[in-house]
Every structure is written in structure tokens, then in C-alpha cells.
């Protein structure tokens, strides 16, 4: 399995699937969720209406999987963070971070898709500490190599600083 980082927009990324960081709702939102369901169109939208009518909101750390609508990907996976507040039930929300990661790799795989990217989850409104959330994100993805290739893609230089940092290691 192949491991990247870069900078930039994950909405003109083209691989297989992109992973959207949604909120429990899955109509979209703010940062990423509602840029993905932006230049998706309203086929992302429709689908997750319908995810939603069959099973109800998404959990913490569930993933489900939709058309990618107009995007360069064939799919998106959406799966809802942890919301860090402060170190109170640490342990539990980093495990659900990983679980974010861990559930999105497991639908790609059984969806039979090679190719992922995943925003920084967490790091946005949710305010998972970026270090933290990145060392996570890193680690749960080399403890399961199932696809060709995973692409992390981050918006701003901090975490993207971050996230090649860690990678070195």
C-alpha cells in the first residue's frame, strides 16, 4: 500500500473514492462536508436522504458509502468524526477517530474500490488537536493496508506540515 500527503483541494482529487467528514445528518455542512456536497451536486444529497430514511442519522465513527455525483472520484464515503471538547473522554473519541479511518477502508474495500483520499477528520470545527487526530489517522491506515493506495489531502499547511512529519518518521 502506498501512503501520500498533499495540499490542496479534495474535491478535485481523482481517485476511487474521497472521504467526506460529515456530521451525524449527512445533508452537509460547513468545511469539507459542504464542499464535497457542493461540487458533487444533488445526487451526494439524494443519496444520503435516502441512507438516512433506511437507518437514520450516522454514528461517530460509522461510515456509509454514496455516488460522487460530479466529482473526479467514483464514490464518496462519509463518516462522522469525534467532536473534541477537551481531554475528558479522550481514549473513547480517539478510538472513534479511528474508527472513522478504519470503517472507510473497510467500505472502500468491500466496494472494491483501490484508491482513497481523506480529508483531515476532526480537525475543523470538531477541534481535534491537528497532531493528535494526524498521528491517528496514520497509524490506523498502516495497521490496515487492504487498498493500492491512500492519499491524505490536506486543505491548510498546518496539517499538512503535520501530516509529513509524522510520515517520516
Known sequence: MKIE??????????????????NSSLLGGGGVDGAIHRAGGKE??????????RQGKCKTGQAVITTAGKLLAKKVIHTVGPVYNNEEGINEKKELLADCYRNSLLLAKENDLKTIAFPNISTGI??????????????????NP??????????????????????KK
Open 5 to 22: 500527503v498533499i495540499q490542496g483541494d479534495i474535491t478535485k482529487i481523482k481517485v476511487d473514492v474521497i472521504v467526506n467528514a460529515a
Open 126 to 143: 470538531y477541534r481535534f488537536p491537528k497532531d493528535i487526530a494526524a498521528a491517528i489517522a496514520i497509524k490506523t491506515v498502516k495497521e
Open 146 to 167: 487492504i487498498l493500492e493506495k491512500v492519499l491524505f489531502v490536506c486543505f491548510d499547511e498546518e496539517n499538512y506540515k503535520v501530516y509529513k512529519e509524522i510520515l
Open 44 to 53: 451526494i444529497l439524494e443519496e444520503c436522504q435516502q441512507i438516512r430514511n
